[in-house]
Nanobody, 124 residues
Framework: HVQLVESGGGSAQPGGSLGLSCVVSGYAERHNCMAWFRQPPGQERVAVAA????????WYGSPVKGRFTISHDNAKNTAYLQMNSLQPEDTAMYYCAAVRCTLSTGLRISNYYAWGQGTQVTVS
C-alpha cells in the first residue's frame, strides 16, 4: 500500500511564497497521479492541483491557477507544491493524496490510495 509524508508549510505574509513536499512510499498498481487538496477551517476539503506521476499533464483549481505549481520527481518519489503570491484566503490545512486520475477533461479522480498527514499554511 501507499504511504505519504508531508513537509513544508508554515506562515507567510500576503504576496509571499511557501513550498510543500510529499514523499511517497509503497506501491499501488493503478496509482498514476498526485494531488494536493486544502481544507480551510469549517469548510470542505477541495482539490487545488494534480499531476500525472509520469509527467505529461497538470490541473489547477481556478483559485490557484497562475500562482501555484505542482510537480513530481520520479527519482525522489516526491510531489511538490510551490505556492507563490499567497493570499489570506489560501490559509488552510493542505493534504497531498495518491490517486488514480485523468486530467484530459478537468480533474477526474476514480480512486484514492492514501492521504498525507496534512500541513498548515497560514497567510496573514
Amino acid at each position: 500500500h501507499v504511504q505519504l509524508v508531508e513537509s513544508g508549510g508554515g506562515s507567510a505574509q500576503p504576496g509571499g511564497s511557501l513550498g510543500l513536499s510529499c514523499v511517497v512510499s509503497g506501491y499501488a498498481e493503478r496509482h498514476n497521479c498526485m494531488a494536493w487538496f486544502r481544507q480551510p477551517p469549517g469548510q470542505e476539503r477541495v482539490a487545488v492541483a494534480a499531476t500525472y506521476r509520469s509527467g505529461g499533464g497538470t490541473w489547477y483549481g481556478s483559485p490557484v491557477k497562475g500562482r501555484f505549481t505542482i510537480s513530481h520527481d520520479n527519482a525522489k518519489n516526491t510531489a511538490y507544491l510551490q505556492m507563490n503570491s499567497l493570499q489570506p484566503e489560501d490559509t488552510a490545512m493542505y493534504y497531498c493524496a495518491a490517486v488514480r486520475c485523468t486530467l484530459s477533461t478537468g480533474l477526474r479522480i476514480s480512486n484514492y490510495y492514501a492521504w498525507g498527514q496534512g500541513t498548515q499554511v497560514t497567510v496573514s
